[in-house]
């Protein structure tokens, strides 16, 4: 994928433009960062010059989806500031971000405590780059989190309805929160540690149902309705709370 910049009325704005085997015409995708790609099919001859018109006659639409990004993060795309007393989300609790710095430390390290999420920087952190690290250790942690409590209850709710499967992988999708492939294997994305645990079993479910069928047909949701009743509710929750579960 290539990099490039537009203007767009009072806006600078980074693009990536990605040739697809499976799209028929240009399209555009803005993820929960705020990134804007450009999908192009295989073997459309277009030059950046038609790209940049094409991003033109979408402004409407691109200005309407980043400003609700922005107001989700409090009216910036930048997001959050990673330092003491910033509020994260971690099983649909807000935890506070309590940063400080070491003197002998080799690494940065990640606590939870009450709903406290303790950060100790590694000893050679300069100042600039205090808030990049600060977030790479969240990740971090966010994905080991999500590698013990979603394989857990993976193995819990499989053991309670019946369902086999393959491997669980914690991935980093953008615009998933899970997937199951033919093989029998569950992916899920790790930003779900940031969601109740009640929309993490929804999820899970989803996913293991797709182990009997896969497709979105009328008895899929009829099954997921059968080992998730509410099922309607935190999909809909998810939908609404996606630009809030980020780092």
Not at 5 to 26: P, T
Not at 64 to 76: D, Q, V
Not at 116 to 137: F, G, N, Q, W, Y
Not at 145 to 169: E, K, M, N
Request: hydrophobic share 35%.
């Amino acid at each position: 994928m290539s990099q490039h910049k537009i203007r767009l009325g009072e806006r600078q704005i980074s693009y990536q433009v990605r040739r697809s085997q499976r799209a028929r015409y240009l399209k555009l995708k803005i993820d929960v960062q705020g990134a804007l790609e450009v999908i192009v099919p295989s073997g459309y001859d277009i030059d950046q010059q038609r790209i940049q018109s094409f991003l033109q006659q979408r402004q409407p639409w691109i200005d309407k989806h980043l400003g609700r990004i922005e107001t989700a993060r409090g009216g910036t795309l930048s997001g959050r500031r990673y330092v003491s007393g910033t509020v994260v989300p971690y099983l649909g609790e807000d935890h506070s971000l309590d940063v400080n710095p070491t003197h002998k430390a080799k690494r940065t390290t990640v606590a939870r405590q009450a709903c406290l999420l303790r950060i100790r920087l590694r000893s050679d952190v300069p100042d600039s780059e205090t808030e990049t690290e600060v977030r790479s250790a969240l990740e971090k942690w966010y994905r080991q989190q999500a590698r013990t409590y979603i394989t857990d209850r993976v193995a819990a709710l499989a053991g309670s309805h019946g369902f086999t499967y393959g491997r669980v992988t914690i991935r980093g999708q953008k615009t998933r929160w899970g997937s199951c492939s033919s093989k029998g294997n569950l992916n899920f994305n790790w930003r779900l540690m940031m969601a109740p645990p009640a929309a993490i079993d929804y999820v899970i479910i989803h996913e293991m149902c797709h182990l009997r069928e896969l497709n979105h047909s009328k008895r899929f949701w009829s099954m997921v309705a059968a080992y998730c009743p509410d099922y309607e509710y935190w999909r809909q929750w998810l939908k609404a709370n996606t630009l809030r579960l980020y780092l």
